[in-house]
């Protein structure tokens, strides 16, 4: 998941690692909640195209686990048909 520090943050959490406000960081999921949930980051959007968006909705797979293999990391359908076979 990518977040977005709002203020910096040095813990436990970051295996100790210094990341200053506005830092984008790509973050193990469970880590990334901990963060979110003590106000010290924000979750930036994922790119995704808009097929992948629909077929993600529709079949409820959740964006912010997928990391995209399209230009740029953008979360294609073949990055959706891969999340719907690894649930199956």
């Known amino acids: 998941m ?10 436990v959490l ?18 990334a909640l901990k963060l979110l ?5 924000e979750v930036v959007r994922p790119e ?3 097929a992948a968006a629909q077929m993600a909705a529709e079949n409820e797979i ?3 686990k997928l990391t995209g293999t399209g230009k740029g990391g953008r979360i294609t359908v073949d990055d959706v048909k891969a999340a719907i076979n690894d649930r199956d």
Do not use: N, S
């Open 14 to 31: 970051t295996d100790e690692k210094y990341y200053p406000p506005g830092a984008v960081v790509e973050i193990e999921y469970d880590t």
């Open 48 to 50: 995704i195209t808009p």
């Open 62 to 64: 959740v964006l912010y």
């Open 2 to 11: 990518k977040l977005r520090f709002t203020r910096g943050y040095r813990g």
């Open 37 to 41: 949930e003590d106000g010290r980051a």
